[in-house]
């Protein structure tokens, strides 16, 4: 007599999934109303839950999707678990809390420095969203994540300072909105709000040549910790030599130098200076390197802005004595935070346009 055939085992959907689903939602919300979990807390797994309800996995997964959409549950950033977004009825309505990592520790930055103005602009978008603000900071960021962060009640991450390759790819795969802030996208799958560098850089250099310069130099300057060319330099470098090209001048690469921060001696711009022939105008990513090439400039007998005229990137809030492109860093902060709102993907890129700010720091070409 042949073996009797076991039944299959079915995968998937139970076949009553959507009454059981339903069932299982009821009760969860029953269990919130009577104050099961506090608010923000995490949920058991979904086995747990599971067990608790005697209903399949594919049931209370489909339960808690439903309370995700009513506003009563949310996912964890990193973990897919799943966190009480509410209590006695009262809907988020996306009101969580907004991360936001910084590379550098808080006491290094400028107290007057583009990033005030950042940080009002974020401030400022924390208001408009109802948005409780917590910030991270430290130089271990700049390669790891804040692990126990990203355990919160999140809304969304706002990085801020310059992050290693393989960071940001783990930012990547986070369940929550991530804004790259002040910074360039550089193809990743994440928001990015940053300024319109190579539109700028090619005013810049366009507006030196029309007062007749032709020997201009490029200043960038290299992130020291990522050993690697500040990515707002690579596009604002891009600029200037499309700039370049444009008006015929060859070996434009060529007139391209390195500013080191912290570095008390600047070999590349004593390089700049000692030039043949001179340089007599130059662009600068920004207010450090030309505030560094100036005083070398001064220390080599040469009279700014006569023999050499400068101009830089800037914030227009920030006190410099070149002119150049200045960026509203506060709109940009506060663009970041909205971004949190949009879904993950796709990516965002925003731009922040600048303007032209006149300082007297370059004269026309003799």
């Given amino acids: 007599m042949p073996a009797r055939r076991k039944s299959p085992r079915l995968r998937g959907r139970p076949p009553s999934s959507s ?5 299982v939602a009821a009760a969860l919300k029953t269990q919130i109303d009577a104050g099961a979990w506090k608010a923000f807390e995490i949920l058991p797994p979904v086995r747990a839950l599971a067990q608790t309800h005697r209903a399949s996995v594919c049931a209370v997964r489909l339960a808690l999707e439903q309370l995700v959409g009513e506003g009563l549950v949310a996912r964890n950033a990193r973990r897919r678990r799943m966190f009480l977004s509410s209590t006695q009825g009262y809907a988020m309505d996306g009101h969580g809390i907004v991360l936001e990592v910084h590379s550098d520790p808080l006491d290094v930055r400028e107290s007057g420095s583009v990033f005030m103005e950042v940080q009002r602009g974020i401030l400022a978008g924390c208001g408009d969203g109802l948005a409780p603000l917590l910030i991270a900071h430290a130089h271990e960021l700049q390669a790891a994540q804040p692990d126990g962060f990203l355990d919160l009640p999140l809304k969304g991450i706002l990085l801020y300072g310059r992050f290693t ?3 940001l790819r783990a930012y990547e795969r986070l369940t929550v909105p991530v804004c790259n802030v002040d910074s360039p996208p550089e193809g990743l799958r994440l928001h990015s709000v940053s300024v319109e560098n190579q539109s700028a850089a090619y005013d810049a250099a366009q507006r030196l040549m029309a007062l007749g310069h032709r020997r201009i130099a490029f200043v960038q300057f290299i992130l020291y910790t990522l050993r690697d060319i500040d990515p707002d330099s690579k596009e604002r470098r891009d600029g200037y030599l499309r700039a370049c090209k444009e008006a015929g001048i060859a070996g434009a690469i060529n007139t391209i130098f390195s500013f080191l921060p912290g570095r008390d001696v600047q070999h590349s711009l004593r390089a700049l200076l000692k030039a043949r022939p001179r340089f007599t105008a130059a662009v600068c990513v920004d207010p450090t390197g030309a505030d560094a090439l100036a005083q070398e400039a001064e220390r080599a007998g040469l009279k700014l802005p006569r023999d050499l005229g400068i101009v830089c990137f800037q914030g227009a ?23 949190l709102d949009r879904p993950r993907l796709p990516p965002i890129y925003e731009r922040v346009a600048t303007s032209w700010r006149e300082q007297g720091s370059v004269v026309p070409a003799h």
């Avoid at 809030?317 to 971004?339: M, N, Q, W, Y």
């Fill in 165 to 167: 390759r393989k960071n």
């Fill in 19 to 23: 009454a059981e689903h339903r069932r």
């Fill in 317 to 339: 809030a920030e006190k410099v004595r070149f002119s150049g492109p200045a960026t509203d860093f506060f709109t940009l902060g506060r663009r970041a935070v909205r971004l």
